[in-house]
């Protein structure tokens, strides 16, 4: 095993995704199935280990998303939150905490950043010149400004960032900007703000970046940060750090502390409150478990670790550095192991196009495919380059791998162990060799296939440790391409009719492999891994050093799954996918995209939004059997275990009615208390989870699948006819 350098324990932190949509593929393949692999991995190694992560809930797309539906940024933040924590936890990504920025103790953690530098004297004071638009009233955010890029001539770059070349810009260097507010020319005034002086932390950063030292002691080394992360942070300092304003005009933040003059109305920039989101969310789990939080961000022991897509790459390695080292007492990262972008079908993943695939309606669509999608991600991972998902990539990678290779060595090793052995691990002749029966010309020894499969489970583990992923999953279907060699050199299944002894030898081996895979299958698929340990029945992984444990058996001869264990029944772990799934995938990613395109060609042009098809032709006596009525929305619940289901009850005029309504991705219960609506009343009841609903509400539906309340006006009384 190599000679390597083992911290006291490690902080982990996953990029914090911005609560204004949900988790789509190039998400995962950014910053969370990295990150937590790598933390599984660990936590098996018996280390250390706090995976922190959360939702970003400011900044200014947040508010664009909110102002775009005509609701509160907080109704936003509250909406995809949650559905971002359910899209991580049904996929598999192990946080110990998943916090949100809204909370309290974020606040206070992030204001008292902000004060303590204040105190320290370390930010400037400056007064520039910033776009205003003058029609709503505001100065304009970054990403509320529009124009022609100055390095590739894209025409809807925004403020910060080029999203085409990806260039990182000032609102003042686009050509013709606009308000995206109100697509006006916007005019410049004068504002204040608190900046940092990156420019007087130049030399130390770059000390640090290239060479990983800090204050004539080594950092972390500099071999090991990604080439296209210490590139782009170079870049930057070469072309000489500016100051960086830390706080904005915005009407939804984090308050700058009310006690520092000329405050009112100034709020946090993202880039100052949402990594401090890193250690409120240590702070509240600390706070929850009863732990010392200091710990993981001020010992020296501690391994601080950021996994994040490449756009974030100077915010992690020069702006929150910068702000930690300032303040003082706070360790630096050791890596900040940034991935490449994800692209989808040959195209570059644009959620504002509709090219992109939701996390969400992956799992409703394909249930138990979780780690197969997984798989695709982590074998595509763009660990240094940029990468790419297509479904037919997606099927193949299923079909010709997990089925072929992984799925059918472990379906021949329980068929044949329960056919031939009652499914109990046989003993052996350890000094027996087994040669094959003619498809093989070397001798197999069991004890050469067992130290082979520590030398593969070591390069595994240093694979995970230096970031390599893709390279570690190699090694997972290299042992299980080697265990299937040994059954197919060997055909047990012949074998056993002249050569029983040695049968028993082929069939322990091949359990003791697949032992290995249910325990190193955890970090990269682990729906698949408690699959595999039930059928093997072996005790589920704790994550609490079990792969120490393995690897000293290994190394001491000892068996990894002891003769005489009783496994399971054979039970398949994942089962071919036809080409009709593909077919459906993709003409349904056409299909928004299409829809998306004609969506925002008209929203330019005209004031409607495209038309949908109609159902087919009614007469007006089918339409006279409708009886429609107004009622007022009096109560609203959540119905337990029904993601988009609503429990309602209304005030009809005469009764108090229940329904049971589809709305509650769209709608929190509390916001649409006295709703006036139109329902159905003459719907014929039935039990909706339980629930006997009464009736329908109507709502009006756009082509992106927006839901609004069809609503005569307050000034109806509940119980009218609606005619």
Same mark, same amino acid.
């Given at each position: ?28 393949? #950014? ?12 936590? $098996?190694?018996?280390k250390d280990i706090l995976y922190v992560c959360g939702s970003d809930e400011y900044g200014a797309a947040i508010s664009m998303k909110a102002r775009q539906e005509n609701v509160r940024p907080i109704d936003i933040v509250d909406k995809y939150h949650e559905q971002i924590k359910e899209s991580f936890d049904r996929i598999g990504v192990k946080f110990d905490i998943y916090h949100r920025t809204t909370a309290d103790i974020h606040a206070e953690t992030s204001q008292g950043f902000f004060r303590d530098l204040y105190k320290k004297g370390e930010f400037e004071e400056l007064t520039t010149e910033q776009y205003f638009d003058e029609e709503a009233g505001v100065f304009l955010a970054d990403r509320y400004i529009k124009g022609t890029c100055p390095k590739c001539g894209y025409p809807e770059a925004y403020g910060d960032q080029c999203e085409s070349c990806g260039a990182s810009l000032s609102a003042q260097e686009l050509i013709d900007p606009v308000s995206v507010l109100t697509n006006s020319a916007p005019t410049l005034r004068s504002t204040t703000h608190w900046y940092l002086p990156l420019d007087k932390n130049e030399e130390w950063l770059r000390e640090w970046i290239q060479h990983g ?10 071999? $090991? ?17 500016? &100051? ?16 520092? &003059?000329?405050?009112? %109305? ?186 082979? *499969? ?18 570690? *999953? ?20 012949? $074998? ?28 990269? @698929? ?20 079990? *792969? ?8 001491? %001869?000892?068996? @990894?799954? &002891?003769? !005489? ?7 398949? $772990? ?14 349904? @990613? ?71 309504? #589809? ?10 208390? !006295? ?14 989870? !339980? ?33």
């Amino acid at each position: 095993m190599e000679d390597i350098y083992f911290p006291d324990r490690y902080l982990i932190t996953s990029a914090l995704p911005y609560a204004n949509g949900p988790l789509h593929l190039g998400h995962l393949a #950014g910053a969370y199935l990295s990150a937590d692999a790598y933390a599984r991995f660990q936590r $098996l190694m018996g280390k250390d280990i706090l995976y922190v992560c959360g939702s970003d809930e400011y900044g200014a797309a947040i508010s664009m998303k909110a102002r775009q539906e005509n609701v509160r940024p907080i109704d936003i933040v509250d909406k995809y939150h949650e559905q971002i924590k359910e899209s991580f936890d049904r996929i598999g990504v192990k946080f110990d905490i998943y916090h949100r920025t809204t909370a309290d103790i974020h606040a206070e953690t992030s204001q008292g950043f902000f004060r303590d530098l204040y105190k320290k004297g370390e930010f400037e004071e400056l007064t520039t010149e910033q776009y205003f638009d003058e029609e709503a009233g505001v100065f304009l955010a970054d990403r509320y400004i529009k124009g022609t890029c100055p390095k590739c001539g894209y025409p809807e770059a925004y403020g910060d960032q080029c999203e085409s070349c990806g260039a990182s810009l000032s609102a003042q260097e686009l050509i013709d900007p606009v308000s995206v507010l109100t697509n006006s020319a916007p005019t410049l005034r004068s504002t204040t703000h608190w900046y940092l002086p990156l420019d007087k932390n130049e030399e130390w950063l770059r000390e640090w970046i290239q060479h990983g030292v800090l204050e004539g002691q080594k950092q972390h080394d500099p071999d $090991l940060w990604k080439n296209h992360v210490v590139g782009q942070c170079m870049s930057w300092i070469d072309q000489g750090l500016q &100051p960086r304003s830390m706080t904005r005009d915005l009407d939804w933040g984090v308050n700058v502390p009310e006690e520092i &003059p000329g405050s009112k %109305g100034k709020k946090l920039y993202v880039w100052m409150d949402a990594p401090i989101g890193y250690i409120s969310a240590t702070r509240q789990w600390a706070k929850d478990h009863g732990a010392d939080w200091e710990k993981y961000w001020k010992d020296k022991g501690t391994e601080l670790i950021h996994f994040i897509g490449k756009d974030n790459i100077v915010f992690h390695c020069l702006i929150f550095p910068a702000i930690l080292k300032i303040h003082g007492d706070y360790i630096l990262p050791k890596n900040v192991p940034a991935n490449q972008f994800l692209n989808l079908e040959g195209q570059k993943l644009s959620t504002s196009k509709g090219w992109a695939v939701w996390v969400h309606e992956y799992l409703d669509e394909l249930p138990g495919k979780e780690d197969v999608l997984r798989y695709v991600l982590y074998k595509n991972m763009p660990e240094q380059r940029d990468a790419e998902f297509t479904w037919k990539g997606w099927q193949e990678a299923n079909n010709n791998e997990l089925v072929n290779n992984l799925g059918n060595f472990i379906n021949r090793v329980v068929v044949l162990t329960n056919k031939y052995y009652d499914g109990v691990v046989p003993s052996f002749d350890p000094d027996l060799e087994f040669t094959g029966s003619g498809n093989s010309d070397m001798p197999i020894w069991h004890d050469t296939e067992m130290l082979d *499969l520590f030398d593969r489970l070591d390069a595994y583990g240093n694979a995970i440790r230096k970031y390599e992923f893709r390279s570690a *999953l190699r090694t997972i279907m290299e042992i299980s391409s080697a265990g299937n060699i040994i059954l197919q050199a060997n055909e047990p299944w012949k $074998l056993i009719k002249e050569d029983e002894e040695t049968v028993k030898a082929v069939m322990n081996c091949s359990l003791q492999y697949a032992a290995a895979l249910s325990m190193i299958l955890d970090p990269f @698929l682990p729906f698949t891994s408690s699959k595999l340990r039930k059928i093997l029945r072996l005790p589920a992984l704790k994550g609490e050093g079990e *792969l120490v444990e393995m690897m000293g058996a290994l190394a001491e %001869g000892e068996a @990894l799954i &002891p003769e !005489g264990h009783q496994i399971g029944d054979p039970i398949h $772990l994942f089962e071919r996918i036809g080409d009709e799934v593909v077919e459906e995938q993709v003409e349904k @990613l056409k299909s928004r995209a299409a829809s998306k395109s004609e969506t925002d060609q008209i929203e330019v042009n005209e004031p409607s939004q495209p038309a949908l098809p109609q159902k087919p032709e009614i007469t007006f006596d089918d339409f006279q059997k409708l009886d429609l009525r107004v009622a007022k929305i009096i109560e609203a619940s959540r119905i337990e275990k029904a993601d988009k289901l609503l429990k309602i009850s209304l005030d009809t005029g005469g009764e108090i009615r229940t329904v049971v309504s #589809g709305i509650a991705q769209q709608y929190d219960p509390e916001a649409i208390i !006295g709703q006036q609506v139109v329902y159905v009343s003459n719907l014929a009841p039935r039990k909706l989870r !339980g629930v006997l609903s009464q009736g329908m509400i109507l709502m009006a539906e756009d082509s992106q699948g927006k839901l609004a309340f069809v609503s005569p006006g307050n000034d109806i009384s509940p119980g009218s006819i609606v005619r």
